[in-house]
């Protein structure tokens, strides 16, 4: 019988390196677009960690440990709405890895931040043309501009889905003393935060570090080509 503080790992290594480093990512990307001038160098580099990061994640989905496949928890709608319905209960819903909701907002924020770092790779500055994304000379000039508009639209959605993301972890740390955070910082979960009193913990299967590294580094190559493709 589990104690009320033993806990169970739930999150690899790979999905927490992933999470944390695409946050500081994120944030350079940020500050450093929006300082300009020689700061651009670095909004580059961090925008190819950024994709590089994406492709992991995704192929993550497919192969890596069961809570980061995308099949363990994107599940049909009606799951979402049980689990919105679960809220409102006193003892509130229990989840080893994301729960239906936020396995939905995990593949939005996913796929919002992959449409702003490939669009970033067409996206030219149109006052000077000093700055322009490695594929920017590769395509004509309206494809160009529409890169462009939608780079520097987006990032307002994107900021947008991260408060509502953030938000939707503080909620259930204030309403329903679920800590998510702890588990994504040290991969492990209270069992009885997670599990329903009385049933078994499942079985998850840990993907190795090998695979991840040789998946990353395979990421790293196609982005690497991608922007040599520029010339
Ligand atoms: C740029 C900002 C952020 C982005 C783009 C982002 C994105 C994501 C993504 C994609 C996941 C899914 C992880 C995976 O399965 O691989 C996730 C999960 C998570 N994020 Fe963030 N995140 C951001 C900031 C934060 C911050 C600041 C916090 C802490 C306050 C946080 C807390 C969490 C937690 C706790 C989870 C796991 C939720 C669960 O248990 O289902 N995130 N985030």
């Known amino acids: 019988m589990a104690g009320k ?7 690899d290594v790979p999905v927490r390196l992933f999470h944390w480093v695409l946050v500081a990512l994120m944030a350079t990307s940020y500050f450093s677009g929006r300082a300009g001038g020689d700061w651009m160098q670095l909004h580059f580099w961090s925008g190819y960690g950024i994709l590089t990061l994406l492709l992991f ?14 099949a363990s928890f994107l599940k049909d709608p009606a799951a979402a709405f049980t689990h919105v319905a679960h809220l409102f209960r006193k ?22 931040v992959l449409a702003q770092v490939v669009t970033g790779l067409f996206t030219a500055d149109t006052d000077t043309g000093m700055v322009n994304g490695p594929l920017a000379l590769k395509v004509a000039d309206k494809w160009v501009e529409r890169a462009t508009d939608f780079h520097t639209w987006w990032i307002n959605v994107l900021l947008v889905l991260v408060a509502v993301h953030i938000a939707a972890v503080v909620l ?18 209270r069992i009885d935060q997670a599990v329903e ?7 998850l299967a ?9 998946i990353l580094l395979a990421c790293a190559a196609l982005v690497y080509f991608i ?5």
């Not at 994640?57 to 069961?66: D, I, K, M, N, Q």
């Not at 922007?227 to 010339?231: D, I, M, T």
């Open 5 to 11: 503080n033993d806990k169970m790992l739930v999150w």
């Open 57 to 70: 994640r995704l192929a993550w989905g497919f192969v890596g440990s069961t809570t980061a496949r995308f």
């Open 91 to 112: 003892e509130g819903p229990r989840d080893v890895g994301h729960n239906p909701l936020g396995g939905v907002m995990v593949l939005v924020l996913i796929f919002a």
């Open 172 to 189: 259930y740390l204030v309403w329903k003393r679920r800590n998510l955070i702890g588990p994504m910082i040290t991969g492990r979960k």
């Open 197 to 203: 009193p009385g049933a078994p913990s499942p079985r």
């Open 206 to 214: 840990f993907a190795s570090s090998r695979l991840a590294m040789s």
């Open 227 to 231: 922007v040599r493709a520029g010339g």
